[in-house]
């Protein structure tokens, strides 16, 4: 009990102190409005006017915490599920592209990384181009590629998913091949005196020595997945997942809304990741490699 | 029947691929990667011409090399635009600010100890959605991409250096202290040089998120240039080689940055056991 | 000559882990005296390490206590008193050999000519002049510990502990680097405490030899040198010295027949 409070507390502190600055931010950033209005209005402001009113805005530059809360609770539990208006809906069809795109982009980052790791030439032509396109914005090009596919008639998941399976895809593989190349020389060298066959020695010793790495990837690839998805629900025109009410908060200008959708991708990010987690945990004692 | 000239180039290409891989050494491995990139492009521009793909669905190579030698100057500015004054700024701010923050709170356990989960959850994120609101705040122009560029490169320097600051040996801190060097002293001789390969590790992963950053941002709202704008624009245009040629661009800067923080890094990191030769 | 330097009174130490307290010193009394050469020897585990990081301030005794110059650890070590050799070189992969060496000095003050001065003079110490520009990655594994040697003897400190600097070298190297530190130790009268697992060594080196026993560590003789300050290579086939020898490992085995 005292140990989880002794990590506990410094997080929950600088969480308190987050939210300070947050509401005192709320309330210098929403003020030029309300000084406005009241000049307009020719009235003055008394200070506790002043802050309840920042706080209390429609559309405010920047909404306060509990007017966030009240938007994310709102969206989630304030709504019939299938409505338009629910973030669970939303959230639903981000996550459901999300997914399909991480196993078509992990699953195809396994098979290319076994094939690597026994083939030399497929390792020197694919290696050095999916390293190297690590470095290039793909994720920039996203939208683009929804639009092009637009255009030749292909709408709804199937994009969507590509475009978080091509981000899935090089963190795996990268993370699988290191995985893969993990037995040194010594234990491959053990397993040859043996006169083990390849197939015995991937599945007995490359495969579980390379678990570890590749859950590592696995937790930054579902990440990258879901920001592929929601990138890809940006293009002007989409009306269903977290980006597309990200994008329609911004052009009505609706702050609440924008900050609960963002909210809302936190909460299914650090779920994804944690799933990945304890996907891990339990494989890896299983196997007696856990800590 | 016409498939046959394709796969007769990727049977070709893969043959010659098997037979110089059994070289191994520096130059044909060089190769290899060449001919394997080569027989990609030779694939596409023959895919497009053999099946006559609409250009709006996907530009053959040569269009996208005859637009892009077209429309030098506009790719010149929205580089500008996009990359120097939105990414590379933000970049540059949100990485020192980083560097000075960890430093800050390397003296304290607590804060640490509080910062570094929220700082790993956050770095997890899908920042690019705040986006929106930087925007809205900082107006359409440059600087408020760089907003976001700073936003999204923080956490995940900020981790590193942390973790880096901390990745001295107990040894190396034993014998500071049996010198009792003062803090500044341990710091300066110990802790940043300890640091700079985790740090460099942090600065490496960001160059690609500072260009998406910087691009992504301008979906939300841009003067009428930069790589964003002109990517949506010429995708309502219909004028798929521009935006083909500005993904060149964007990929030829995005390896420029990421091989320039690389070249640093091998200079400053010489010592370290990945980097020796 | 018979001044205490070193002194310490009913030290322990307990080390509170997760599967329960572990009693690393118990009950230590010891004398050493200014100019004296200390071997600790002892099995693996006794608390060699400990005694020699609580003297050094890198470890806090939790009954007893020690005091070095009149002082408390913890000021001694802020007056510069220790210079401490560790059982790994612990060298700086980033600086030079010659850098390494600079280090303690640049923190303590001392100006670049007599860092130049001092670095050549150790370098010499240790023979590793002609390696001043290497990286300690680019040294075999004992040259490395030579340099992490002479980086303690640079800034002249009135102790040296060291903890089994030799362990890691051959036989001949050991040798050389023996005679070499008695020589510097006749010329600078330093005080030394010095671990190591070999009689020999401790027999050959020191004017006091203490031996250590596990489970509590705590010590169980101390022994005083007969032999002269003087030491030639061969006195190790004295009948003095293997009458000494002799009585170490008595006291070796005295140890051990508690558990
Ligand atoms: N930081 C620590 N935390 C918990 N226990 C420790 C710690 N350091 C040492 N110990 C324990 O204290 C005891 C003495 O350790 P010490 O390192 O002093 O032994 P030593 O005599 O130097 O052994 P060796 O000859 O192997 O170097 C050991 O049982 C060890 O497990
Ligand atoms: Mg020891």
Redesign the pocket.
């Known amino acids: 009990m005292t140990r989880v409070w002794r990590n506990a507390a410094p997080v929950l502190t600088v969480l308190m102190v987050i939210i300070a600055i947050w509401y005192l931010g709320a309330v210098r950033m929403n003020a030029t409005w309300e000084r406005d209005q009241a000049a307009r209005a020719s009235e003055e402001l008394t200070t506790s006017q002043m802050i309840t009113r920042t706080l209390t805005q429609d559309r405010p530059i920047l909404p306060a915490p509990h007017q966030v809360a009240v938007g994310l609770y709102d969206g989630i539990a304030g709504q019939a599920i299938t409505s338009r208006r629910s973030l669970v809906w939303h959230a639903w069809v981000t996550l459901s592209a999300t997914l399909a795109g991480f196993a078509i982009g992990a699953g195809a980052g396994i098979l290319l990384a076994v094939g690597i790791v026994h083939s030399r030439s497929m390792d020197q032509s694919v290696m050095p181009w999916a390293v190297a396109s690590q470095t290039v914005p793909i994720l920039a090009i996203a939208p683009m590629v929804i639009v092009v596919f637009a255009s030749a008639g292909i709408t709804g998941l199937l994009p969507k998913a590509i475009i978080a399976a091509w981000l899935s895809f090089f963190p795996v593989l990268v993370g699988m091949v290191k995985g893969l190349r993990t037995p040194d020389a010594m234990q491959l060298d053990q397993m040859k005196s043996w006169s083990a066959s390849d197939n015995q020695q991937f599945w007995r010793l490359r495969l579980p020595s390379s678990l570890p790495y590749l859950f590592t990837s696995l937790k930054v690839a579902i990440a990258a997945a879901l920001v592929g998805t929601i990138v890809g629900e940006l293009p002007a025109g989409a009306t269903a997942g977290l980006g597309a009410r990200l994008l329609s908060g911004s052009y009505y200008g609706q702050t609440v809304q924008i900050w609960s959708a963002l909210f809302a991708a936190a909460l299914l990010a650090a779920g994804l990741v944690a799933i990945v987690g304890i996907i891990e945990k339990a494989t890896l004692r299983r196997m007696g490699l856990a800590r | 029947m016409n498939a046959l000239p394709i796969i007769g180039v990727w049977l070709g290409g893969w043959a010659l691929n098997i037979w110089l891989a059994r070289f191994d050494t520096r130059l044909s491995r060089m190769a290899v990667a060449v001919v394997f990139g080569a027989t990609l492009l030779i694939l596409w521009e023959m895919a497009v011409r053999i099946y006559a793909i609409p250009a709006v669905i996907l530009p053959a190579p040569s269009q996208i090399a005859a637009s892009f030698a077209a429309n030098g100057s506009i790719l010149w500015t929205d580089f500008v635009q996009t990359i120097l004054r939105g990414a590379l700024t933000g970049w540059l701010i949100g990485a020192l600010a980083a560097m000075l923050t960890a430093i800050a709170i390397d003296r304290s356990p607590f804060l640490q100890r509080g910062l570094l989960p929220i700082g790993n959850f956050v770095a997890a994120l899908p920042i690019v959605g705040i986006a929106p609101i930087l925007v809205m705040w900082f107006g359409f122009d440059w600087q408020s991409k760089a907003a976001v560029v700073v936003v999204m490169v923080f956490f995940p320097i900020l981790v590193n250096m942390v973790a880096g600051l901390k990745a001295t040996d107990a040894m190396q801190r034993d014998l500071m202290a049996s010198w009792a060097a003062p803090y500044a002293a341990s710091l300066w001789k110990l802790r940043l040089p300890a640091a700079m390969p985790f740090l460099f590790n942090g600065l490496k992963i960001t160059t690609t998120l500072a260009l998406i950053g910087a691009i992504v941002a301008e979906f939300f709202g841009s003067p009428t240039r930069g790589m964003g704008f002109r990517i949506s624009t010429a995708v309502g245009r219909l004028d798929l080689p521009l935006v083909w040629a500005e993904i060149v661009v964007a990929a030829i800067a995005g390896t420029l940055f990421y091989g320039l923080v690389a070249l640093i890094e091998k200079k400053v990191t010489f010592w370290h056991p990945s980097q020796r030769k | 000559m018979d001044d205490t330097v070193i002194k310490a009174q009913g030290v322990g130490l307990t080390?509170q882990?997760a599967d329960g307290p572990?009693h690393?010193l118990k009950d230590v009394d010891l004398d050493i005296d200014r100019g004296e050469f200390v071997s600790f020897i002892?099995?693996?585990?006794?608390?060699?390490?400990?005694?020699l990081?609580s003297i050094a301030a890198l470890e806090t005794v939790t009954a007893g206590q020690i005091s070095v110059n009149g002082m408390t650890p913890d000021q001694a070590r802020k007056a510069r008193a220790y210079g401490y050799v560790f059982?790994a070189p612990g060298l700086y992969p980033w600086r030079t050999i010659r850098g390494n060496i600079s280090l303690p000095l640049e923190i303590m003050g001392f100006s670049r000519e007599e860092r130049a001065k001092r670095i050549a003079h150790v370098l010499e110490l240790v023979e590793l002049e002609n390696f001043g520009g290497k990286y300690p990655w680019q040294l075999s594994g004992g040259m490395q510990q030579r340099a992490s040697i002479a980086r303690a003897l640079a800034f002249d400190a009135d102790i040296l502990l060291m903890?089994?600097p030799f362990g890691a070298l051959d036989e001949i190297v050991r040798d050389r680097l023996n005679e070499a530190l008695l020589t510097l130790w006749a010329k600078t009268q330093k005080t030394i405490g010095f671990?190591t697992?070999s009689i020999p060594e401790a027999v050959y080196l020191s004017t006091k030899i203490v031996v250590?026993s596990?489970r509590p560590?705590r010590i169980t003789r101390v022994i005083q040198s007969t032999l002269p300050r003087e030491r030639p290579l061969e006195i190790r086939d004295t009948p003095e010295f293997i009458a000494l020898a002799h009585e170490v490992r008595e006291g070796l085995r005295e140890g051990h027949s508690y558990d």
């Open positions: 080390f882990t572990i690393a002892g099995p693996s585990g006794c608390g060699k390490t400990t005694f990081r059982q903890d089994e671990v697992h250590m596990p560590g």
